[in-house]
């Protein structure tokens, strides 16, 4: 039998002596790519710029890929959004449409700088919200999540669990059209394996599994995240905004009405018997549950005493419960969807494809056209933009009262 590839090969070297000297056409981002203006996010995987491809001449954003931490190449992050991002393609996924490098010089000391190039949208929904003066109408909330879930239905079909579902990881058009965004943390779940890390979900918005420290979790992390989301936008402020896991944790339970519990009956959003049962599971469950428990005795002592102060540094005294933080929320289902989202056990969460069907979204308003949600085309509003617009104008308003006469 021949060998199709005979040996030995012999190749022939270029005739240009600077030939592996000269970079690669489609390398050259300065020939491809121009900035706009000043970065429009930034987190710890990379920044964000809006961009004009200068071959046509068509808006686009730029993520630039953190390389500063990584001592073994191309970060494990980046990997995995691009294969995330080349292999599904939704209308309801942003999309991935090129990754250049710019050339080594001064700026980025001599080591090149790889960007991601994704199709741009005018807000984030952080930014959104910061820049409208009045809340959404119901209606608008309806529609919003209805695209939202639309996309986790879409990615967890393909066994895609997204893992950091927040506002400023949601895009969203001037046209009202939503794209989830921010694939770095993503990856593919199979039963193959059980066990992830723990360290992913921003704070605000990680289910109570991660915070007691399992690493045995699924699809349902999201759901929990878009109970959090819907929350907020229901809300007018996020549900649980504060700065450790221990105080999430409690605020959670002063949200929903109590700690989880192993015994029935009990609401079955409260129902969670894991903790109990598999305590090595949760390597914080033991310290977080009894310190929920002592601040939310505290905090019924000080009601019963009539001492109960708005601004006790206790943080169960910070949150009301999800009733009368809904309380004004003009639905007969919202308080049921967002309670069942915020379930402590993962299994009494509905899948993303039953949130959809949830009667929320079937009651008189329904949800509106992406078209019809109100947005001011004028502006693009981004998280890091309004927290900068914010920072200014709070500035600009204790200079004025320095300044102010005496009277």
Known sequence: MTDPLPRPLHFSSPLDAQHFAQPLEHDRFENNYEKIGNAIGEGTYGTVWKARDLRTKTIVALKKVNL?????????????????????????????????????????????????????????????????????????????????????????????????????????????????????????????????????????????????????????????????????????????????????????????????????????HLYWPAPYDHPTQFPSATQFINDTKQALEQARTLRNNQQYNQNHQNVALQVGTLQTVLGNVKSKYALSLVQTLLSFDHRNRPSANDAYEHAFFSENPKACLPSEIKINTNLQ???????????????????????????
Not at 196 to 225: A, C, H
């Open 68 to 268: 500063k931490n990584e001592r073994e190449g191309f970060p494990q992050t980046s990997i995995r959004e691009i294969a995330v991002l080349q292999r599904y393609q939704c209308k309801y996924i942003v999309k991935l449409l090129d990754v250049c490098m710019s050339l080594p010089g001064p700026y980025n000391k001599h080591k090149g700088t790889v960007y991601l190039v994704f199709e741009f949208c005018d807000n984030d929904l952080s930014g959104l919200l910061q820049y409208r003066k009045r809340a959404l109408k119901i209606e608008e909330v309806k529609c919003l999540m209805k695209q939202l879930l639309n996309a986790l239905i879409y990615i967890h079909e393909k066994h895609v669990c997204h893992r950091d579902l927040k506002l400023s990881n949601i895009l969203i058009s001037n046209s009202g059209d939503l794209k989830l965004a921010d694939f770095g943390l993503a990856r593919v779940m199979t039963h193959k394996q059980t066990n992830y890390t723990n360290r992913v979900i921003t704070l605000w918005y990680r289910p109570p599994e991660l915070l007691l420290g399992s690493k045995q979790y699924d699809f349902s992390v999201d759901v929990w995240s878009a109970g959090c989301i819907l929350g907020e936008l229901l809300n007018g402020r996020a549900l649980f905004p504060f700065d450790s896991e221990n105080k999430v944790f409690t605020a959670i339970c002063q949200m929903l009405g109590g700690l989880p519990t192993n015994e029935q009956p009990s609401p079955q």
């Open 381 to 407: 509003c981004h998280e890091l933009e309004s927290l900068k617009h914010h920072r200014e104008l709070k500035q600009q308003q204790n200079a004025a009262k320095r300044h102010r006469p005496d009277r």
